[in-house]
């Protein structure tokens, strides 16, 4: 039991480390180690009598996912995180089958209907993640897929899923194999109709959503085996997701039903949203005939107070070290410079977190607070966008029934000048078209992002002062 509790104390303190950049490494390396130890903890309380077998798949599964992980890029981290919320769905599942078909075990009420969630919980994860891990990595199309009569088609469902658990609980060996395998076909269905319906800016949501899940369907596993462990590891990730689930919401002022169901928010009230007047500028009436790197150099030479918003675009185009080279260039002139980071910019909670902290941005330096960081943008000087579109989009608060409408956003347009880095004007994935780029005081710098900020870079500070960047592929080799 003592075991126990310090496995579970080394989890949960490395759970807690993982809270800033500068403590997740230490806390990884402390969550493998208990892991670790778990692993070993059943292994020697519960022998095995085919343990070169055992072994065989332990070492095959775990250089598939070394070669995996080793291959898998930032960009790719959200389809893979999705990807693995579904492995541990469908090991949960299958444990849960198997240890309800087995011959010559009783099973008490708790742990049979402990086993029958955790098929229902396990396979609607597994498949709703697949889902989740196809759209991101674009295999699957990213916009909602709305059937005809879809709620009624997800509520039949979830009937025969309740009618065949009862079944299931009623009937023993030889039928119960059957009716569980039949559960599992549902409960997969119910997670691909429930998950189809949502992409776009809720895509963060699902992925918590389903880390959640993931949890619930292994300690609901553990209760069957009656592994103490197994439920206190599953139910700290349940608890985890849960509340990252709920944060999610709050940040995009949606509320959970909301987004399951796939309906657009409403505003409660319209803002206009007019350009702020450029500062102190002498030559803002011939700003549209520069050249508009000229204009964004012009911009970030006079500019005391700077403010850089990061991006999905800035993950696709592998900018995030160039972006940091920058930010630290212009503090050498002087000049402050801070990050603002939507909660849900990105694919997943924290993306943007991830790959700042990859190219050691200082965590004080991220600020992810809206209610912090919003008031400081009638004051700032310049606000450099790269690869950022629905989290400032001013349409977000502006108009009705887009799929952004009522999310609170970074209100980069109350600044005195926008330079956008962004690929193009095509909406994000929300759909939305952004008015921001419209605006009089926005400096459109569309292409790469990363050839837009080496350009910056190579204008403002001259080839012999900019030092070569590395990017995520140099950093590995």
């Given at each position: 039991?003592?075991i126990?509790?310090?496995?579970?104390?080394?989890?949960v303190?490395?759970?807690?480390?993982?809270?800033?950049?500068?403590?997740a490494r230490?806390?990884?390396?402390?969550n493998?180690?208990?892991?670790g130890?778990?692993?070993?903890?059943?292994?020697?309380?519960?022998?095995?009598d085919?343990?070169?077998?055992?072994?065989?798949?332990?070492?095959?599964?775990?250089?598939?996912?070394?070669?995996?992980?080793?291959?898998?890029?930032?960009?790719?981290?959200?389809?893979?995180?999705?990807?693995?919320?579904g492995?541990?769905?469908?090991?949960?599942?299958?444990?849960?089958?198997v240890?309800?078909?087995?011959t010559?075990?009783?099973?008490?009420?708790?742990?049979?209907?402990?086993?029958?969630i955790?098929?229902?919980?396990?396979?609607?994860?597994?498949?709703?993640?697949?889902?989740?891990?196809?759209?991101?990595?674009?295999?699957?199309?990213?916009?909602?897929?709305v059937?005809?009569?879809?709620?009624?088609?997800?509520?039949?469902?979830?009937?025969?899923?309740?009618a065949?658990?009862?079944?299931?609980?009623?009937?023993?060996?030889?039928?119960r194999p059957?009716?569980?395998?039949?559960?599992?076909?549902?409960?997969?269905?119910?997670?691909?109709?429930?998950?189809?319906?949502?992409?776009?800016?809720d895509?963060?949501?699902l992925?918590?959503?389903?880390?959640?899940?993931a949890?619930?369907a292994?300690a609901?596993?553990?209760?069957?085996?009656q592994?103490?462990?197994?439920?206190?590891?599953?139910?700290?990730?349940?608890a985890?997701?849960?509340?990252?689930?709920?944060v999610m919401?709050?940040a995009m002022?949606?509320?959970l039903?909301?987004?399951?169901?796939?309906?657009?928010a409403?505003?409660t009230?319209?803002i206009?949203?007019?350009?702020?007047?450029?500062?102190e500028?002498?030559?803002?009436?011939?700003?549209d005939?520069?050249?508009?790197?000229?204009?964004?150099i012009d911009?970030?030479?006079r500019?005391?107070?700077?403010?850089?918003?990061?991006?999905?675009?800035?993950?696709?185009?592998?900018?995030?070290?160039?972006?940091?080279?920058?930010?630290?260039?212009?503090?050498?002139?002087?000049?402050?410079?801070?990050?603002?980071?939507?909660?849900?910019?990105?694919r997943?909670?924290?993306h943007?977190?991830?790959?700042?902290?990859?190219a050691?941005?200082?965590?004080?330096?991220?600020?992810?607070?809206?209610?912090?960081?919003n008031?400081?943008?009638?004051?700032?000087?310049?606000?450099?966008?790269?690869?950022a579109?629905?989290?400032?989009?001013?349409?977000?608060?502006?108009?009705?029934?887009t799929?952004?409408?009522?999310?609170?956003?970074l209100?980069?347009?109350?600044?005195?000048h926008?330079?956008?880095?962004?690929?193009?004007?095509?909406?994000?994935?929300?759909?939305?078209?952004?008015?921001?780029?419209?605006?009089?005081?926005?400096?459109?710098?569309?292409?790469?992002?990363?050839?837009?900020?080496?350009?910056?870079?190579?204008?403002l500070?001259?080839?012999?002062?900019?030092?070569?960047?590395?990017?995520?592929?140099?950093?590995?080799?």
């Amino acid at each position: 039991m003592l075991i126990d509790l310090g496995i579970i104390a080394l989890l949960v303190i490395g759970i807690r480390l993982f809270r800033e950049p500068a403590g997740a490494r230490v806390g990884n390396f402390l969550n493998i180690f208990a892991m670790g130890a778990a692993g070993a903890v059943v292994l020697f309380r519960h022998p095995m009598d085919h343990g070169a077998l055992v072994l065989l798949v332990f070492l095959t599964g775990s250089a598939i996912g070394t070669i995996v992980a080793v291959k898998v890029t930032m960009i790719q981290i959200p389809a893979m995180v999705a990807f693995q919320h579904g492995a541990g769905g469908i090991a949960a599942f299958l444990i849960s089958f198997v240890e309800l078909s087995r011959t010559g075990t009783e099973l008490t009420s708790v742990s049979t209907a402990s086993g029958i969630i955790g098929i229902i919980v396990g396979a609607a994860t597994f498949s709703g993640s697949m889902v989740a891990s196809g759209k991101l990595a674009n295999r699957f199309s990213q916009k909602p897929v709305v059937l005809r009569s879809h709620s009624m088609i997800l509520q039949i469902i979830a009937y025969f899923i309740i009618a065949t658990s009862i079944v299931a609980w009623e009937f023993d060996l030889p039928y119960r194999p059957y009716l569980l395998a039949i559960l599992i076909v549902l409960s997969a269905a119910a997670g691909i109709v429930f998950s189809i319906r949502i992409g776009g800016a809720d895509m963060p949501v699902l992925i918590s959503f389903l880390n959640a899940t993931a949890g619930f369907a292994a300690a609901f596993c553990g209760i069957v085996i009656q592994n103490r462990l197994l439920i206190a590891c599953g139910a700290t990730v349940a608890a985890s997701g849960s509340i990252l689930t709920l944060v999610m919401c709050r940040a995009m002022n949606r509320s959970l039903w909301s987004i399951f169901l796939g309906t657009a928010a409403t505003i409660t009230s319209r803002i206009s949203v007019s350009p702020s007047p450029l500062f102190e500028s002498s030559t803002s009436s011939v700003q549209d005939d520069r050249d508009p790197f000229t204009q964004a150099i012009d911009v970030l030479k006079r500019a005391k107070k700077i403010i850089v918003i990061p991006g999905y675009g800035m993950a696709l185009a592998q900018a995030q070290f160039d972006v940091v080279a920058l930010a630290g260039q212009l503090e050498t002139m002087e000049k402050t410079v801070r990050f603002a980071i939507h909660p849900v910019a990105g694919r997943m909670p924290g993306h943007m977190n991830v790959l700042l902290a990859e190219a050691d941005v200082d965590y004080e330096k991220l600020i992810v607070d809206l209610g912090v960081i919003n008031p400081e943008f009638p004051q700032t000087d310049a606000v450099l966008i790269v690869g950022a579109c629905d989290v400032i989009n001013p349409a977000a608060v502006t108009q009705q029934g887009t799929p952004i409408s009522g999310m609170p956003i970074l209100m980069a347009h109350d600044a005195k000048h926008i330079i956008v880095c962004n690929l193009d004007a095509t909406p994000g994935y929300s759909g939305v078209e952004n008015p921001l780029y419209t605006m009089s005081n926005a400096t459109l710098l569309f292409g790469d992002a990363k050839t837009s900020i080496e350009k910056l870079r190579e204008l403002l500070f001259g080839d012999e002062h900019v030092a070569p960047s590395f990017d995520a592929a140099d950093q590995s080799a």
